[in-house]
C-alpha cells in the first residue's frame, strides 16, 4: 500500500497499490497517486473566500481562467512530446496564479520539466519533494496531468481551507527553506529499500542546513536520494551571484561526497530522466541549468532603486491582456490544434478584449496607506545619515524590509538566504565594531534563530530584531510565512524588549527610539505589512505626547458612547487594535481600548491600574492579540501586581479582581486570498470576540 502523504492532501488522495507494470510510466504515476475525476466543476465558494472582488467578479474571473485539459495533456505524454507538454502544463500554471492574482510564477516555470519528469516519467520514485516551495504551482499543475487534482482545485489555489497551499510541498512542509532535505534524509533512512528525489533552488543553497543534510547522507550512505537543483540563476528578486553567490558550486558539493552531474539545458526532459536513471543506488546531485520566467515575455530588469538586475516575475502576476499574450506564446510552442481550438473558441465566448478589459487585476484591496513595517525599514534606512553606528543586515528581502534605498551602502550586508549565520554576524558587529546593527527578515524566519539570539543576549551583544509580515495581516503564504508566535517566542529572551507597533508614525518613532541613545538593550520589533487606516488616526491622535514604548495609549470611547462600560479592551498591534476598535463601534459602545506598545515590565503600575481602573465600573478585560498568548500572560501579571498592590494601601478592603477573556490565536493557518478570510478563519472578528465574551465558544480560542 502506498499513499502520497501530504497532510494538506490526506482526505483526497486515496491509498492506492503500486502498479509497476504499465506501458507508460506516466500510468504507474497516475496509479500510484490515484485518479480523481475529472467531470463537471462543482463549485461552492464559502462566504468571504473570494478575496476582495464580489461574488460576481470572483465568477467572472474563475470563467475566464483557461486550462488545458485532460485530453490534450495525455496526448502529449503518449507521444512522449515533453516540450509541447511543457508548454501546456504551463498554461496550467499561469491559471493557477492568475486564479489567486497571487503566486510565483517566475520560478514555478523554470523546474517545470524537473518536475514533470519525476513525477510523470520516473514510476520508481517513491517520493518526490519540492523544497523550494515557491514553485508549488508547478506541483500542482504536475499533478492535475498525473491525475491527482482536478481543474477546480487548480482554481482553488489559496481558497482556504482544504485548498492548495500558496508556499508549500506535498510531502513536507517548506518553511524558510533549507528544511526538506533533512526531513527526506531521515525518510530515506527509515526506507532504504524506496528511491527519494529532492528538488531545490539554487537560491535556496544559501541556507546552511543543506550542507548539514549533505553530510548527513554521505556519513550514512544513503544512496536512494537524488538531488535536483533548479539553477535559475535568481533568488527572489536578483541573481544569486549578486546577493550571496556560491564559487564553483560542483567542487563544494564533491567535497561533500556526491557525484555532481551537469545538465546542458535544465528544460530537457529527456536528460533529466536519464540523469535519473543513472543516479540510482549513488549519491548524485543534478545542476539543472533553467531560466527564470522562460517564455521571453518575463525576462529581467535594472531595478530603478537597487540598480541590480531584477527579476520581477519573481512574484508579479500579468495582467489580463498580459496572460492572453503569455498563453498565445505558450500555445505557439506547443503547437496542438485541439488546444488551439479550445482557446480560440475562450478568446471568442469567455475571456474577449472586453472582458479581459474589465475583470480586475488583484485580488487584494485598494486600501491607501502604508504598513508598519515599510515605515520602520525605511526610517532606519534613513537613520544610516546620521548614525554612524547603524548597521543594516537583510536576509534577501530588502523589498519586503523597505532597505531597498540602503543597497550599496557600506554599512549595509547583504546575507542571502542565512538567518542564522546572520544573527550571529549581527553579534559580532555589535561585539567588535561597535554597531548597532538592525536585523530584518520575515519573523517567521527569524524564530529559526531562536538560539543565535539566546547566545546575543547572554554575551551583551546589542541588537535590533526587525520581524517582518507578521500576525495574522499576511495571509497570502499560509503556515510556513505566517507567524502567530513570535511575541510569545521572544518575550522569553532575557532582556530583549518587545515591541509591536500600532501604526506607521509609531513604528517610526519605535525605530528612533531603538537605535537612540535613550535605549541601550536589544530590541524586538514586530512588523506589519498591511495597513490599517481605521487604526493610524485614532491610535495617533491618543499617543501623542507619550513615550513609544513604555506608555500604554487608551483610546477612550467616541461620542456620543457613554464614558463608563463594564468593558476594556487590552491589546497590542495595529490587528488587534482594529478589532477592539471595531467592537467599541459596536457591540461594546462604551468602552475603552488600551493599547500596550510593548511587552515591558518598565510600565510604571500605576499605569495600568489608570488604564484600567479608572471609572471603576470594569467588570471584563479582554485582550486581543493576533499570538498565541504572550499579551493574554503579560496582562495577568500586570492585574495581579495591581491586585496586590491595592491589598497592600488597604488591607482592609476587598478587591474583586475583573474578569479576564482572552483572544489569542491557536493552529496554523492555510492560505487566503484576502485577509476577512483568513480573520474569519481564526474567528478574529467582531461577532466572534462578542461570542467569546459572552460564554458562546472555548476561552482563548
Not at 517545470?112 to 519525476?118: A, T, V
Amino acid at each position: 500500500m502506498y499513499m502520497y502523504s501530504s497532510r494538506p492532501w490526506r482526505d483526497i488522495v486515496p491509498i492506492v497499490h503500486i502498479q509497476t507494470c504499465m506501458h507508460h510510466m506516466y500510468r504507474a504515476t497516475q496509479a500510484r497517486f490515484g485518479r480523481m475525476s475529472c467531470g463537471p466543476e462543482e463549485h461552492r465558494l464559502p462566504k468571504g473566500l473570494h478575496g476582495e472582488l464580489t461574488l460576481e467578479q470572483h465568477t467572472a474571473h474563475r470563467a475566464a481562467l483557461f486550462l488545458v485539459g485532460k485530453p490534450a495533456i495525455d496526448a502529449a505524454i503518449d507521444a512522449c512530446q515533453w516540450a509541447r507538454l511543457g508548454a501546456l502544463l504551463r498554461v496550467n500554471v499561469l491559471a493557477v496564479c492568475k486564479g489567486a492574482e497571487h503566486g510565483w510564477i517566475g520560478g514555478s516555470f523554470s523546474c517545470l520539466e524537473i518536475l514533470s519528469s519525476l513525477h510523470l516519467r520516473c514510476d520508481d520514485a517513491a517520493e518526490v519533494v519540492l523544497s523550494k516551495g515557491h514553485a508549488a504551482a508547478a506541483q500542482y499543475a504536475v499533478l492535475h496531468a498525473a491525475g491527482v487534482m482536478t481543474e477546480g482545485q487548480l482554481k482553488d489555489y489559496k481558497l482556504g481551507k482544504g485548498c492548495p497551499e500558496a508556499h508549500a510541498d506535498l510531502v513536507c512542509d517548506t518553511g524558510s527553506l533549507g528544511q526538506c532535505l533533512s526531513i527526506v534524509s531521515g525518510m530515506a533512512a527509515a526506507a532504504p529499500t524506496e528511491r527519494f528525489a529532492v528538488v531545490l533552488g539554487d537560491g535556496e543553497l544559501q541556507e546552511g542546513q543543506n550542507y548539514e543534510a549533505l553530510m548527513t547522507i554521505n556519513h550514512l550512505g544513503l544512496t536512494n536520494i537524488t538531488l535536483f537543483v533548479d539553477m535559475n540563476g535568481f533568488q527572489s528578486d536578483n541573481r544569486c551571484a549578486d546577493i550571496m553567490p556560491i564559487h564553483d558550486l560542483p567542487a563544494v558539493l564533491v567535497g561533500f561526497g556526491f557525484e555532481v552531474v551537469q545538465l546542458p539545458d535544465g528544460h530537457d526532459s529527456d536528460a533529466i530522466t536519464a540523469a535519473w536513471v543513472a543516479a540510482k543506488g549513488k549519491k548524485v546531485v543534478v545542476l539543472c541549468p533553467t531560466l527564470k520566467g522562460y517564455t521571453g515575455h518575463m525576462d529581467p530588469i535594472v531595478h530603478p532603486v537597487t540598480k541590480l538586475e531584477w527579476q520581477p516575475w519573481h512574484t508579479k502576476i500579468p495582467s489580463w491582456a498580459q496572460y492572453v499574450a503569455v498563453i498565445d506564446t505558450l500555445l505557439g510552442k506547443a503547437n496542438c490544434d485541439a488546444t488551439d481550438a479550445r482557446w480560440s473558441h475562450h478568446r471568442a465566448t469567455v475571456l474577449t478584449d472586453a472582458v479581459a478589459a474589465a475583470l480586475p487585476n488583484t485580488q487584494r484591496p485598494g486600501v491607501v496607506g502604508q504598513g508598519t513595517g515599510k515605515a520602520f525599514g525605511e526610517r532606519i534606512v534613513a537613520l544610516l545619515a546620521t548614525n554612524k553606528q547603524l548597521a543594516i543586515i537583510d536576509a534577501d528581502l530588502a523589498t519586503s524590509c523597505g532597505f531597498n534605498a540602503a543597497v550599496g551602502h557600506e554599512r549595509y550586508f547583504e546575507l542571502g538566504v542565512a538567518e542564522q549565520d546572520a544573527a550571529s554576524f549581527a553579534a559580532g558587529l555589535a561585539l567588535r565594531g561597535g554597531m548597532l546593527p538592525v536585523l530584518g527578515t520575515y519573523s517567521n524566519f527569524l524564530k529559526r534563530c531562536f538560539e543565535n539570539i539566546f547566545i546575543n543576549q547572554a554575551q551583551g551583544a546589542r541588537v535590533v530584531y526587525a520581524g517582518y509580515y507578521s500576525g495574522l495581516c499576511y495571509h497570502t503564504d499560509g503556515k510556513s510565512h505566517q507567524s502567530i508566535n513570535d511575541l510569545s517566542v521572544m518575550v522569553g529572551m532575557p532582556g530583549l524588549m518587545v515591541v509591536d507597533p500600532a501604526s506607521p508614525n509609531h513604528a517610526v518613532a519605535v525605530a528612533e527610539w531603538a537605535v537612540g541613545t535613550e535605549c541601550s538593550q536589544s530590541v524586538y520589533v514586530r512588523l506589519r505589512r498591511t495597513p490599517c487606516p481605521a487604526v493610524d488616526r485614532v491610535f495617533d491622535a491618543a499617543a501623542t505626547g507619550l513615550h513609544p514604548v513604555h506608555d500604554l495609549v487608551v483610546i477612550p470611547a467616541p461620542p456620543p458612547h457613554a464614558e463608563r462600560s463594564e468593558f476594556v479592551f487590552v491589546t497590542i498591534g495595529a490587528l488587534a487594535t482594529e478589532l477592539a476598535l471595531e467592537c467599541q463601534s459596536g457591540w461594546a459602545s462604551g468602552a475603552r481600548v488600551v493599547v500596550v506598545p510593548a511587552l515591558s515590565p518598565a510600565t510604571p503600575l500605576a499605569s495600568w491600574h489608570d488604564a484600567l481602573f479608572s471609572d471603576g465600573a470594569v467588570t471584563t478585560i479582554i485582550t486581543v492579540e493576533d499570538d498565541t498568548g504572550a499579551l493574554r500572560s503579560h496582562v495577568a501579571q500586570r492585574l495581579l501586581e495591581c491586585h496586590s498592590e491595592i491589598g497592600t494601601r488597604a488591607p482592609a478592603a476587598h478587591v474583586r479582581l475583573p474578569r479576564l477573556v482572552s483572544k489569542v490565536i491557536t493552529g496554523v493557518g492555510p492560505s487566503f486570498r484576502s485577509r476577512p478570510a483568513c480573520l474569519e478563519s481564526f474567528a478574529f472578528t467582531a461577532a466572534a470576540l462578542q461570542a467569546l465574551v459572552n460564554g458562546k465558544t472555548a476561552p482563548h480560542s
